[in-house]
């Protein structure tokens, strides 16, 4: 029985990995907490929704509860979510980055948050969604352990996803420059990096990235416009837990939360799951007070 | 006489509005010259050279470099007119590696074999970082750091070289290496590289020099030759005192 309760967390784990890649990304970019992270989760889904529709037809792949249609959504969902974090970074957080005080900036993107969430209700009502009335079958893998495989692809994509972004980060040169302003945006613009450019390109990947995890989010529970509002606190004790500024300690950090938050099910009961996570948050840090995989300044 | 590298004339600039760190400084670097700025601390050194990087606005004056007038370039376009700046503190990226560190000095550049030369050509300069090419920056000591930011600055080919204190909180015996590496590097660059360096350890700065600047309240005070400020009695009593200087 536990088994099954740490695979279900595996899942819902994989899916806070891909959100806290996201923010963890533009945290250590940009120098602030962007609350309005999860609702480029919310809209990514949304996004895939619309487009799921549009691509619909054709044959599901194997056991998968939907076809080739879904996956093209998912991209399509990629690049508009990117380009809604583009807008949304024009827009509001341009200007705002210009004071020192960042506080201005996370209070502005909670704000945005609400706004966002609003804006979903009204184009998209407050009733869940689904991307296929078709039923997940779920067999069993191992001894006790039932998954479907639809859940088997979230956790394989998040992995894969997970992969080509450390790859990306450390072999091309984009990724350096990521890297480098990272470290310290003063040099590294006077050492000829157009260190506006690469903001613009941390929001189209942090968002990109998150309506990945939006749509698989979307794919094994529901969709709904609290998804991502539901999920950014947890996202950001995956971020925090790991150290932030660490991608494979975002990756940890979701794991261990979702695996938590779906252990603590069965030992504590459901209505503790969503402090479980911080409860775990805290004493961590306690002991790797930069996050697991933060040791270094 | 040949048209100067980097020309400041009358540079006014200062962080905060009404307070002018710099109050109308004149400084020419030529062709393959190096030329050493010295001063009290607050006499505007680093301002100087954070000031012609583009980090700090100007108020009057003008900056040029052979020719092209600066300020109306940004910051992370010097380094395709031929400027390369290496601040005094935080002059290393700390998380990525030497290698790393040395390639995003090259990132304006397209040049994909050349740049794999100057990097060979950075490593027999500086045999220390080829060593340990793969370890992150943050882990080397103060000087190797120094020689990490310098080598950076120069996989960016440029023909103008600022460094701001290269000699802060390095041993005497690491300040000997680091500027017998400048001179070096100069001799390297077969272009003309010119060199503008920054320093309160003057007397070994002005050692590798051609010249020399003494800044004072926002403004040159002397100026002169590098070998005639060593032996100015003025300078050597207010700036080149026994162990003023951090070293």
């Not at chain 1, 997970?162 to 091309?172: E, I, P, Q, V």
């Not at chain 2, 048209?3 to 400084?27: H, K, Q, T």
């Not at chain 2, 950076?152 to 909180?169: C, F, I, N, T």
């Not at chain 2, 600047?213 to 026994?242: F, Q, S």
């Amino acid at each position: 029985m536990i088994a099954q309760y740490a695979a279900d967390g595996i899942v819902l784990g994989a899916t806070l990995a891909l959100g806290a890649i996201g923010l963890t990304l533009t945290y250590n970019i940009l120098r602030f907490a962007n609350f309005a992270h999860g609702e480029f989760l919310t809209f990514g889904a949304y996004f895939a929704l619309v487009f799921a529709a549009l691509f619909a037809g054709g044959q599901t792949l194997g056991p998968l509860t939907f076809g080739w249609g879904f996956l093209e959504a998912v991209a399509a969902a990629v690049v508009l979510t990117g380009l809604l974090a583009l807008v949304l970074d024009r827009l509001l957080f341009r200007a705002l980055r210009r004071s020192d005080v960042t506080v201005t900036l996370v209070i502005a993107s909670f704000g945005a948050s609400l706004m966002l969430r609003n804006v979903v209700v009204f184009v998209w009502g407050s009733r869940p969604e689904y991307y296929s009335r078709e039923i997940a079958v779920r067999s069993e893998l191992l001894p006790g352990v039932f998954m479907s495989a639809d859940e088997v692809f979230v956790i394989g994509l998040t992995a894969l996803a997970m992969l080509a972004l450390a790859l990306f980060l450390s072999r091309t040169r984009l990724g350096r420059a990521m890297r480098a302003v990272s470290d310290d945006p003063a040099l590294a613009r006077v050492s000829g990096i157009d260190v506006q450019a690469v903001i613009r390109w941390t929001w189209l990947i942090g968002g990109g990235l998150a309506a990945v995890a939006g749509a698989l989010f979307g794919l094994t529970v529901q969709i709904s416009p609290e998804m991502g509002f539901n999920m950014i606190l947890p996202m950001f004790a995956a971020a925090i837990l790991g150290g932030v500024g660490s991608i494979q300690g975002a990756v940890l950090g979701g794991l261990v939360i979702g695996l938590a938050q779906a252990l603590s099910v069965p030992l504590i009961g459901a209505a503790y799951k969503p402090a479980v996570a911080f409860a775990l948050m805290f004493l961590i840090l306690l002991f790797y007070p930069r996050g697991i995989l933060g040791g270094r300044t | 006489m040949s048209a100067p590298a980097l020309e400041v004339r009358a540079l006014v600039a200062g962080y905060v509005p009404e307070l002018d760190i710099l109050r109308g400084v004149s400084l020419e670097v030529r062709e393959h010259e190096i030329v050493t700025v010295l001063g009290p601390n607050g006499a505007g050194k680093s301002t100087l050279m954070k000031t012609i990087a583009g980090l700090v606005p100007m108020r009057a004056g003008t900056i040029r470099l052979f020719g092209t007038d600066l300020p109306g370039v940004a910051a992370h376009r010097m380094v395709r007119h031929g400027l390369a700046y290496v601040p005094q503190v935080g002059n290393v990226f700390a998380r990525l590696s030497i290698e790393e560190n040395l390639a995003i000095g090259a990132c304006a550049r397209t040049d994909r074999a050349a740049i794999e030369e100057d990097l060979a050509r950075m490593y027999a300069l500086f045999p220390r970082l080829g060593e340990r090419r793969r370890q992150p920056a943050g882990t080397l000591s103060g000087g190797e750091r120094q020689m990490v930011a310098v080598a950076r600055a120069l996989m960016a080919r440029p023909r103008v070289l600022m460094l701001d204190e290269p000699s802060a909180g390095l041993s005497p015996l690491m300040v000997g290496t680091l500027f017998a590496k400048v001179r070096e590097v100069r001799e390297v660059r077969e272009t003309g590289l010119s060199i503008l360096v920054v320093e309160q350890n003057a007397r070994a700065a002005l050692a590798v020099s051609d010249r020399g600047y003494v800044l004072a309240e926002g403004r040159e005070r002397i100026t002169g030759d590098a070998h005639a400020l060593l032996a100015d009695p003025e300078v050597g009593e207010l700036y080149l005192g026994a162990r003023r200087a951090l070293a």
